[in-house]
């Protein structure tokens, strides 16, 4: 590959494109991100792809351009899943980080939006967890008759041991996450300090990764030091189902999210969310069909507010018949429409169905 990226034959056409694009860029600069942008893709498409009747591609990018390349090369089916979207996630990244200059994130962008656009038309079924992220997909030109919308799954009988019993103490808060910047655990500190000068008593439990972004965890661990805010816990990774028995309610505090299984784990487990308006989470915790009659199962709350957080954490405390009804609420939105079992029922189907179109080894 090395030698492909700094050939002449590369060069010229690196040449080509910055005089097609009229650029004002410094052309080593330019050739330069040119080879970073496609040596992961040529590396990836130099490999041997292994034989199969269908291909399943869990996210755009890289594994769907794989995936397009080998239902082409077979002649078989290639379904897409796209749990966040891919193009918009990158799109995220590339803008926040320091690695792209400002003036190249415009072509890794663009980059990436036609990785996607690839997988889009290659696929012959592409999958997404809710409505939101269809109309994203369309608006990628993601054909709309390819679409099909498969909400996560939690088989909610895992969590029988996890339901609330009848227990004295603090209120204790909790949170299901990985310790970084998108995840904003600073606005859910500054939210329990705020809760804690009120309810002095309330604890804390962090459960998840602490290791991924050790220097987002050494700011939240001095921001709450800066606070003089006790009693938080960060228990990093941990099986959550030995903790959540001693959970009152559950906090999300992301700035970004698709459909968090941390709070169909929840709902599932009979305890309510104080969550940010991202993603899904409105509409698993408050409903959205038209037949959901269970009522709110949490709060929601704009992101990167503490305030607002504050305010619907004390809620809760104060109210606790409300905390009850919300946990069962949850448990009942779970087993009626985010099952395990329908979850994979529904990949079965689409297995079945692009069978149909392949050679019968079920290779998958």
Known sequence: MSDFLMSESFFDVCMEEYHRQNSKKVFLQFLWNFRGIYFPLMYILSQEIPKADIYHAVSAGYAGILGSCASYVEGVPLLLSEHGIYTREREEDIIRSNWV????????????????????QQASVVTTLFET?????????????????IPNGVNAGDFDSCRKKERSGP????????????????????????????????????MGNCAEDPVYYHECLELLEELETEDVEFLGQVNIKEHLPEVDLLLLSSISEGQPLAIL?????EIPFVATNVGDCRALLEGEREDDRFG???????VMNSEAMAQAILRCIRNPGLTASMGQAGRKRVEAYYSREGMLSAFRGIYEHLEEKSHGRNWI
């Open 101 to 120: 200059a400002g003036e190249f994130k415009g072509l890794w962008i663009d980059f990436f939006k036609k990785l996607s656009f690839i997988a889009y």
């Open 133 to 149: 992220n269809r109309s994203l997909q369309i608006e990628l030109k993601c054909p709309p008759e390819k679409i099909s919308i």
């Open 171 to 206: 209120f204790v808060l909790g949170a299901i996450l990985r310790v970084v910047p998108i995840k904003d655990v600073k606005t859910m500190l500054l939210a329990f300090d705020i809760v804690k000068r009120a309810v002095p008593e309330v604890r804390l439990k962090i």
């Open 265 to 269: 784990e929840g709902m599932a487990a």
């Open 296 to 302: 709110p199962a949490g709060l929601i709350v704009p």
